[in-house]
């Protein structure tokens, strides 16, 4: 693979790391809410989730699932009802007290589970490896080349994730305002519910 397709596929998987979608809101929602130690642990179960999905990629299951429209609707569906089981639960928590206090709120290990299991439920992340990534290599790549472009494609996503939860840091002080966190509960709660509507009328 030469420079040019490397350089090419750095520059994809970058705008679509850009893109909003699910991982960015709610990565940025949960930064500001938690803290940022809740943040980071959230970046390492996105991390792993992708690092999963290119798995199951790398060994064809991927590809039997975006050839199974059943499995695949099925996979969505269960994204779409997760994203809403965590609005639900912002919103359920803008009304606990202990989630506005210093300290309070979500913690590392919660973040990690919800990020791991928003990237194992997200269709739309199995099919950047099935149909994105597969068109930056020819007849000729072998399993070094799809591992490279994997590599590259997570390093993108915990470079981008990072940034999030940096920015989203620089707003923790205004939050402490008990009446501000709850009002930032709620916003995510509605934040997520829009992401999952708008994931269901894509799919």
Do not use: C
Request: charged letters at 10%; zero cysteines.
């Amino acid at each position: 693979m030469d420079a040019d397709a490397l350089l090419s596929f750095l520059l994809t998987a970058l705008v679509l790391e850009l893109t909003p979608g699910p991982n960015m809101a709610w990565l940025a929602l949960l930064a500001t809410t938690s803290g940022p130690r809740a943040g980071l642990a959230a970046v390492l179960g996105i991390t792993l989730g992708l690092a999963v999905q290119a798995l199951l990629a790398a060994t064809g299951v991927a590809v039997v699932v975006a050839a199974w429209p059943g499995l695949f609707q099925a996979l969505h569906i269960a994204g779409v009802a997760y994203l809403l089981y965590l609005a639900l639960e912002s919103w359920r928590d803008a009304g606990n007290p202990a989630h506005h206090l210093p300290g309070g709120g979500e913690d590392g290990a919660a973040g990690f589970r919800r990020g791991l299991v928003t990237n194992l439920l997200n269709p739309k992340a199995a099919l950047m490896f099935v149909t994105v990534l597969p068109g930056f290599l020819t007849a000729d790549s072998g399993a070094w080349e799809s591992a490279v472009l994997s590599a590259i494609y997570l390093v993108v996503a915990v470079v981008v994730h990072l940034m999030i939860v940096a920015l989203a840091g620089t707003l923790r002080g205004p939050l402490a305002d008990p009446v501000v966190s709850a009002r930032m509960h709620r916003v995510q709660a509605l934040t997520l519910a829009a992401v999952a509507a708008w994931l269901f009328w894509r799919g």
